[in-house]
């Protein structure tokens, strides 16, 4: 079982705090709106693609698992 | 002004067309001449039972995903069953594209084809309530139209579950799935971020059929004839006919009904080798005339420069006019019609339409072609819908299918004689949130 990582772009109001914690799979773009890398995520950026979600402060961030 | 001609067939295909568009041209069908061309509705008795025959048939939406129908009625079915919930079925009319008067003209000519199938795929599915979803204000008096077929199925017995008009308002975008849903709800008709699938949870959470009018009277005349006589025309992968929206030099729209595969130089006539052909309307494709007309019209060769068939329409850009400017104009709109919910969209639009608006004036800045290619990548995939993904389809073709011309205006001109705009956009943009609703 794999997890990815899922924005909500209607909720995302582009904070940037995942881009901050999780910069090996998220960058911004030129207004400050995630771009998610949506394959698997690697078993060493587990523990820092959940503090992204957590840190999320519209929830639009989400693990789904495939 | 519209008017409804049959497409020649494919050299080779047996053919009964037109098959949904009364064979008498203008004359709407009311009951009586309905039943009389194609007698009674041909009720399965029982849930599923017509799943087999659309699956052999091969039908797909005809709204513009092409998304195989059975699929669709096998995941309500399933949905409905592991819930326990009682699906709903909506027939979507509301043809939001401006240069596409298929569905519309479908409805005004035949609605009971389009009722028969609604009724058909309620049963398929098990569904107790359907609603009929329109642009009303498409054409003068559908609406009345609409509600005359009805009580002439009424006063008939002719139907199982009871049918609602509803109306969508004049926006773009109001005929995506979940924009649709959205404001059956009572909300505005803006998309939503899926999953679930609305045939999972949709409207008020029961399990959702949504199917394309014209989808729906084919699936009624599969019902009758049977999957073998829906493939004697189109192609083995991609069978049956379909509605197309044809605008030639005069910008008048035609209603055709073509079987898939037939090639476009057939559709669009004497286009000639030079100018531009739009394929599927404003999340289309553009391509030069003399590429264009070594195409037909089917997923398969479309995919080959990138396009696709969408909704069947096929517009001809007469060589007088110039095709950035047209560009310009509709990303503008397409811009002002999103529903600014998702960021990428919200920031990404206006940028585009403003720079395109700059490569069709004069000597626009070099930076700004760079600038509009950046921005198409950086906005497709990531809205809740596919308008910005199909928005850059649109703005990434016009670069490249007229880059010449993008280079004349770079050194301060236009090979464009006609400064009247040619492409169709509705009168009036959202200021509002009731704008939506």
Redo the contacts between chains.
């Keep these: 079982m794999t997890e990815k990582l899922l924005v909500?772009?209607?909720?995302?109001?582009?904070h940037g705090a995942c881009a901050e914690l999780l910069p090996e799979l998220i960058r911004l773009?030129?207004?400050?709106?995630p771009?998610v890398d949506g394959r698997p995520i690697p078993p060493v950026l587990e523990r820092d693609a959940r503090a992204a979600v957590s840190a999320c402060p519209t929830l639009a961030l989400r693990l789904t698992r495939s | 002004m519209t008017t409804a001609t049959t497409g020649m067939p494919a050299e080779g295909t047996a053919t009964d067309l037109p098959r949904l568009l009364p064979a008498n041209g203008q004359r709407p069908e009311d009951w009586h001449t309905h039943t009389a061309s194609y007698g009674r509705i041909p009720y399965r008795q029982a849930p599923g039972r017509l799943v087999a025959d659309i699956q052999h048939a091969g039908l797909t939406g005809r709204g513009g995903a092409a998304f195989p129908v059975h699929r669709k009625l096998t995941a309500v079915l399933d949905a409905a069953a592991a819930k326990r919930r009682v699906p709903v079925v909506i027939a979507n009319g509301a043809e939001s594209e401006p240069a596409s008067d298929k569905d519309a003209t479908l409805l005004w000519l035949a609605p009971h084809l389009v009722l028969d199938g609604l009724q058909l795929a309620a049963e398929a599915v098990g569904a107790e309530e359907a609603i009929l979803y329109t642009h009303a204000d498409r054409r003068a008096d559908v609406g009345k139209r609409l509600q005359q077929a009805i009580a002439e199925r009424r006063a008939a017995g002719s139907d199982l579950v009871p049918v609602q008009l509803a109306e969508a308002p004049p926006r773009f975008l109001s005929g995506q799935e979940t924009a649709l849903i959205n404001h059956l709800g009572g909300g505005p008709a803006i998309p939503?971020?899926v999953p679930p699938r609305i045939t999972e949870r949709g409207l008020g959470g029961a399990p959702t059929l949504v199917q394309n009018v014209e989808t729906l009277a084919h699936l009624g005349l599969i019902a009758r004839r049977g999957p073998r006589w829906f493939r004697q025309v189109g192609t083995r992968t991609e069978p049956g006919s379909m509605l197309c929206t044809l605008r030639r030099a005069d910008g008048t729209p035609r209603i055709a009904e073509v079987p898939l595969g037939m090639p476009l130089r057939d559709l669009l006539g004497p286009a000639g080798n030079d100018g531009a052909v739009l394929i599927g309307g404003y999340h289309g494709t553009w391509a030069p005339a003399g590429e264009a007309v070594r195409l037909t019209l089917d997923n398969y060769s479309l995919g080959s420069i990138g396009a696709r068939v969408g909704a069947g329409i096929l517009i001809a850009l007469p060589p007088d006019r110039c095709g950035l400017t047209e560009t310009a104009r509709i990303v503008r709109y397409l811009a002002l019609e999103s529903a600014g919910?998702?960021?990428?969209?919200l920031?990404?639009l206006p940028r585009m339409a403003a720079a395109l608006a700059e490569l069709a004036g004069a000597r626009p800045r070099r930076q700004t072609r760079a600038d509009v290619e950046r921005w198409a990548g950086?906005v497709t995939g990531?809205?809740?819908c596919h308008h910005p993904d199909g928005t850059a389809r649109f703005v990434r073709s016009a670069l490249i299918t007229f880059a010449a011309e993008l280079d004349r205006h770079e050194r301060g001109q236009c090979g464009a004689a006609n400064p009247r705009p040619f492409l169709p956009i509705p009168r009036g943009s959202a200021r509002t949130e009731q704008d939506w609703l």
């Design positions: 909500n772009p209607i909720e995302c109001e582009g773009d030129e207004w400050g709106y771009i | 939503t971020f919910q998702c960021g990428p969209c920031n990404g950086l990531r809205g809740a």
